[in-house]
């Protein structure tokens, strides 16, 4: 018998680096319902995000494509609701459009930050969107179903609670069709934690667990260069360095709890077994490694450092996704959208016209076709390149740029650009990422030649790019408007 199409369940944390999960490894924070998501699931321990910052690693999820394709090349700054709003996807397949044309009824309970929050998108049928791209975590501004509601209480609470109202409802509804028609549900959870602010924003019960916390999975090195400040303190952090961790570790365990209880819900309607569940993160983050506190604009120049680019992915579908494995393989965001509706028994071939290719085999333990073991990250115009022991970072328009060895130097301390016994990997490096992004940028969305400082972007490129970021100071300064940390 052909398995029905199951339930979809995408569960995105905004800012966790890829360290901030007790099953990758980190002993010190506590994530006992994603930890056991992974052992029901499969882990990748190398999942990139296609670009640095929230805004364009959200597009390329949904759209399977590159920022200089998509064009949405920094954070989205300004209008967010109302008629000077922009859709910035207008146009544009995602896989949300997929599984709405085969059926699915969609929801959003959190984050949205692809422009245009108040207005919900094809096919779905529950919208409750964040206004923007941060909040505190109290007194929130959402917009339900294109109404704005000014919420109260705890907002990690607040966007759970309303997505497990969202799966009683459509639990009930296929209840009542059992013998008709099925109409999966799919599920966007996109919460903000743990996005800054960090300190006094969350419960007692969650900063209690880390007051006496040693922190060694986040050392305070000494600052980056490149880190820009504001009255001393970096533009990605707070005054207070252990405050702002044991916020950030609160954030993170107040989040656990909050999705345990979502899922709570899909088994008291015993949807597990028909369900996909993902969980993952927008772009990583930096608590200090590195001296820098911040994702890929919590340097200018913006940095391409693993812990920037790297973020947590756990995929639990049982029956058709392998228990408790890991996989190693470098993958990106730009293979999300193909990789669900594959899973999802949907074809996952008009998402992959671009760099992006179903990693569906592999989470099924099925030996997949030979693949190359490159990712490409971009910032607008910064540039990555990354194999599996090597990473070249390229900075239009004249550098810094940046090699790493990564077999001897994982921690990329040592940048060998100029070492004349890595010259042919330079070259070599250079050479395919130039080559790659000629093969899947759109020259009317490229972003080598724009001027992206990672202090925001308020408009379309079909407007007029250069007006629409602030623009960088070329000697490596930071701009003087960089607030790039804060979305």
Not at 178 to 193: C, M
């Amino acid at each position: 018998m052909t398995r029905r199409h199951p339930n979809i369940v995408v569960i995105l944390s905004d800012d966790q680096g890829p360290w901030a999960l007790g099953c990758a490894g980190n002993s010190e924070i506590k994530t006992p319902v994603l930890d056991s998501l992974a052992e029901r699931g499969t882990r990748l321990s190398r999942f990139f995000c296609a670009s640095p910052v929230c805004s364009p690693a959200r597009a390329s999820l949904l759209t399977g494509q590159i920022p200089s394709r998509h064009g949405v090349h920094d954070y989205l700054d300004g209008a967010h609701a109302g008629p000077e709003s922009r859709d910035y996807l207008q146009g544009q397949p995602a896989f949300t459009d997929t599984l709405a044309d085969a059926g699915y009824r969609l929801g959003l309970s959190g984050k949205w930050h692809l422009g245009a929050s108040d207005v919900p998108r094809h096919g779905f049928v529950h919208w409750f969107a964040l206004e923007g791209g941060g909040s505190p975590y109290s007194h929130a501004r959402m917009y339900r179903d294109g109404v704005p509601e000014d919420v109260e209480g705890y907002l990690t609470d607040v966007i759970a609670d309303d997505a497990a109202d969202f799966i009683d409802a459509e639990a009930a509804r296929q209840a009542d069709r059992q013998h008709g028609e099925h109409e999966p549900f799919f599920l966007a959870l996109n919460f903000t934690a743990p996005h800054k602010p960090f300190a006094g924003q969350h419960p007692d019960e969650f900063t209690d667990l880390y007051r006496d916390c040693a922190f060694e999975s986040c050392p305070q090195e000494e600052p980056h260069p490149w880190q820009p400040t504001v009255d001393g303190v970096p533009i990605g952090g707070e005054a207070d360095a252990r405050e702002a961790l044991i916020g950030y570790f609160a954030a993170v365990t107040a989040m656990d709890a909050a999705i345990g209880r979502v899922l709570d819900r899909l088994a008291a309607h015993g949807l597990v077994d028909d369900t996909i569940v993902v969980f993952a993160s927008d772009n990583g983050f930096n608590c200090g490694h590195h001296g820098i506190w911040g994702k890929g604009n919590g340097t200018f120049p913006q940095n391409m450092y693993d812990e920037s680019v790297m973020v947590p992915l756990i995929v639990s579908y049982p029956g058709c996704v392998d228990e408790g494995a890991v996989v190693d393989d470098l993958l990106s965001g730009y293979d999300f959208a193909s990789t669900l509706l594959d899973l999802a028994g949907l074809d996952p071939a008009p998402f992959e016209t671009g760099p992006g290719q179903s990693f569906a085999p592999l989470l099924r333990g099925e030996s997949a076709p030979e693949r190359a073991v490159v990712v490409h990250d971009e910032y607008g115009p910064v540039r990555m390149i990354r194999t599996a022991d090597r990473k070249y970072v390229h900075r239009y328009p004249h550098g810094p740029h940046e090699f790493y060895d990564l077999a001897a130097d994982p921690g990329e301390r040592e940048n060998l650009v100029d070492a004349p016994s890595h010259a042919g990997d330079v070259r070599e490096l250079r050479g395919q990422l130039d080559a790659w992004f000629e093969t899947h940028g759109d020259p009317a969305h490229d972003g080598a030649r724009l001027p992206v400082a990672g202090a925001g972007q308020t408009d379309t490129l079909d407007v007029d790019p250069l007006a629409s970021f602030t623009p960088p100071n070329w000697d490596g300064t930071p701009a003087a408007e960089n607030r790039g940390a804060s979305a």
